[in-house]
């Protein structure tokens, strides 16, 4: 049973012989409303800072339903963009495998290249070397050939010119000559 201190003061009682003091108990009976007022009052502060409470608790838990709800969303994102990331990640990785292979097979390709232009200038070279080298020689056996036939009357009495002004140019004739000689036969 509720009371509210205006019921408290209402109250009356009956009276018997012997009874209670009638001041003693109006006293009481204030002093009893004063305190339940006081009480009453404390109580509805209570309830309202109670109620304020609950309802700041009830804001505090619908945001933190949020933040959770949020935050799962953030780990989602967070997942998808790593495993995005490392997708990418390979994707390059592959990618500068593929140009780095790329990249080895024209260096081996070029190297290949220039293995054949060297082994060509050798074989040149050499083929130079084995002209020249019979060039010289030919130029050398007509000037021994020229040193034994010192006169030119000797060289028209063996045979060799009719015209003895010519036996000059004829060593230089004769070293041509044997020269492209020799290099028709090697071609063949």
């Known amino acids: 049973m509720e009371l509210k201190p205006e019921e408290i003061l209402n109250i009356e009682f009956g009276h ?3 009874g209670y003091n009638e001041a003693e108990v109006n006293e009481f009976l204030e002093e009893i409303t004063s305190k339940l007022d006081v009480l009453l009052k404390e109580l509805d502060r209570l309830s309202r800072e109670n109620d304020d409470f609950k309802r700041r608790m009830a804001e505090q838990n619908q945001y933190l339903e949020r933040l959770e709800t949020s935050m799962d969303g ?7 963009e790593k495993e995005l990331v490392q997708r990418e990640s390979q994707m390059v990785l592959k990618e500068a495998q593929l140009k780095g292979n790329r990249i080895v097979e024209e260096a081996l390709k070029k190297k290949k290249e220039i293995e054949g232009s060297y082994a060509e200038l050798r074989e040149k070279y050499h083929l130079f070397q084995i002209r020249f080298r019979s060039f010289l020689q030919t130029f050398m056996d007509s000037i021994e050939w020229k040193e034994q036939d010192a006169t030119p ?7 060799n010119r009719s015209n003895p002004d010519e036996a000059g140019d ?13 290099t028709q036969r090697k071609r063949s």
Do not use: H, N, V, Y
């Open 74 to 80: 953030w780990k989602k994102q967070i997942e998808m």
């Open 153 to 159: 009357s000797k060289a028209l009495s063996e045979g």
């Open 16 to 18: 018997g012989f012997r």
């Open 170 to 182: 004829d060593a230089t004739l004769f070293s041509f000559k044997d020269f492209k000689d020799d």
